[in-house]
């Protein structure tokens, strides 16, 4: 036991000398002196809490292997010990370690949304809708910087950001963020609806509304779904119907679009502005699942997305 504790406390001291002497700070001495002082504690308490738990496994599981094969007491815990130390200093320093971490995280992201629905395709799906993502995920013009038509806002990234940031970099980042908070609210929705939380195709409508209307607008989409499929539309027509319903009766809500198409003089009523709007972002969205299923008749890879209203 004694030597299980000694290899802890000895791993506890390589991981902290390891995750201090990572901590990313200015060379310029006074910033830098000011940088690791307050990274330091944290930096220490991260790596020390690894190492410990890293010299705790290697120690005790050579332990274990002398236990059942090792011969010869003094000899054996003597190569144990430090072989031990140096499996738990691998583990710490090798740098390879540190990207099995990263994508460890990265895969748990990728799948935060439900099911087989992963981010990379919630961001394929709204970015095409949006138009800043052609059917493939590739970046279009607009993904860099375009004017919003509807309230004059500059826009980045994928979901078309509103903004958040002031520029495209970082701008993904702060759309998942967005998109991310209104997931358990979709997915409550999508179950009092009675929606089959398996339909990746209403999951992803719901949260692209999240993302391109008033928060209030995205709840109801499930519970038009579902009144849309009782009167017997399926398919793009029931999805359409659920979305525009969304927006109160008739669409009356989405001002924004509504004003586009006045401004615009297009020959058509509010609800046909609507209801244009939102079969185009349907439409995209089915595009992207369509090819992610494998059904390349579903869609035209060389069409260029329409850009949101």
């Not at 059904?295 to 329409?306: C, G, H, K, L």
Request: proline share 5%.
């Amino acid at each position: 036991m004694n030597r299980i504790l000694l290899g802890g406390l000895v791993g506890a001291g390589i991981g902290a000398m390891v995750q201090l002497g990572a901590v990313d700070c200015p060379k310029n001495p006074f910033l830098g002196l000011g940088c690791v002082a307050w990274k330091a504690p944290g930096a220490i308490a991260s790596g020390s809490t690894s190492g410990f738990v890293y010299g705790i496994a290697a120690v005790g599981g050579l332990g274990l292997l002398r236990r059942r094969y090792g011969r010869g007491d003094e000899f054996d815990w003597r190569c144990l010990t430090w072989g031990s130390i140096g499996v738990m200093g691998l583990f710490s320093l090798y740098p390879p370690t540190v990207d099995l971490a990263n994508l460890a995280a990265q895969k748990l992201k990728e799948t935060v949304f439900l099911g087989k629905v992963s981010q990379p395709l919630v961001r394929r799906a709204i970015g095409h809708a949006e138009g800043n993502l052609t059917v493939s995920g590739e970046r279009t013009s607009l993904y860099y910087g375009h004017m919003d038509p509807g309230n004059g806002v500059r826009n980045f990234g994928y979901c078309s950001n509103q903004n958040r940031t002031a520029d495209a970099k970082g701008a993904d980042e702060s759309c998942d963020r967005y998109i991310g908070q209104f997931k358990n609210k979709a997915i409550k929705e999508l179950a009092s609806a009675g929606i089959n939380l398996d339909d990746q195709e209403a999951f992803i409508n719901t949260l692209d509304l999240a993302n391109q209307a008033h928060p209030r607008t995205f709840p109801r989409f499930p519970h038009a779904l579902a009144e849309a499929r009782k009167k017997g539309l399926t398919g793009l027509d029931a999805i359409t119907e659920a979305r525009v319903q969304s927006f109160g009766e008739g669409g009356k809500e989405a001002t924004g679009l509504i004003g586009i198409c006045r401004r615009e003089k297009r020959p058509v009523t509010d609800e046909m502005c609507v209801a244009g709007d939102q079969r185009r972002r349907a439409k995209a969205i089915r595009a992207v699942l369509e090819r992610d299923r494998g059904n390349s008749s579903a869609y035209a890879p060389d069409t260029p997305p329409e850009q949101a209203n």
